[in-house]
């Protein structure tokens, strides 16, 4: 399957304190894309910096999933390209023309991208730490020692350093969206996508999830957070974009979208999601 380029150029394991981050630029440039007839991203163009964190706000059906999972390739794009460090996901370029790579090379060039969905998404028959070193061990990544090893680092980062041997249902939500971000690292991934991570918790838990993101933001990972968290986005990101019907609408840094929008639609969403 190929696919016209049509881009709009112009238009590891963190365990501590870490240096400017030089990797996990993603590049977004004029991407559609549509579903039976009906365009739900409309020529998106994004740049994401290394360690930059940019938060995606905007109503239910806006595109802003859909816009996670193109930069990983979770979904193809109509029109457009998606870069991670200069770096097709799902592609490969042939003259002036892109073409689908196979599965296998995508699953491995996907490992650069970690992904925490709202639902969790834990193997149930897995162990918290089972599920961690799952892709490690089957990537080959690391022994299986190694991994574990590994493992037990990041669910201690994560403070369930105690729960390595529980089922994702012997586990509160929050704790199971812990176990999730654990996964996501285990792969050292250049940029985490965060898809509504604490939509599916009960109010109490949210915090928990959000200490971790919290902690990601500070030591300079790449992170792109779709969230309806507002006062969060306000303290964590470092730009706040705006999406309305597949369109981005307005962007700039939390002080400025949120505080004083110059769009009338972002004016409006506020005005609803903070009344």
Known sequence: MSNTLTPSFDGGVFLGAAPAATTGLVEVSGVSKSYGGIEVLHNVTLTVQPGEVVALLGPS?????TLLRTINHLESVDRGTVTIDGTYIGYERRGDRLYELHEREVLRRRTQIGMVFQNFNLFPHLTAIENIIEAPVALKRATRAEAIEQAKTLL???????????????????????????????????????????????????????????DLARVGTTLIIVTHEIGFAREVANRVV??????????????????????????????????
């Open 156 to 214: 201690s980062r994560v403070g369930l350093a105690d729960k390595a041997g529980h089922y994702p249902r012997q586990l509160s939500g929050g704790q199971q969206q812990r176990v999730a971000i654990a996964r996501a690292l285990a792969l050292k991934p250049k940029v985490l996508l965060f898809d509504e991570p604490t939509s599916a918790l009960d109010p109490e838990l949210v915090g928990e999830v959000l200490d971790v993101i919290r």
């Open 242 to 275: 705006f999406l309305d019907k597949g369109h981005v609408l307005e962007q700039g840094t939390p002080g400025q979208v949120l505080g004083t929008p110059s769009h009338p639609r972002t004016q409006e969403f506020l005005r609803k999601v903070l009344a």
């Open 61 to 65: 059906g806006s595109g802003k999933s």
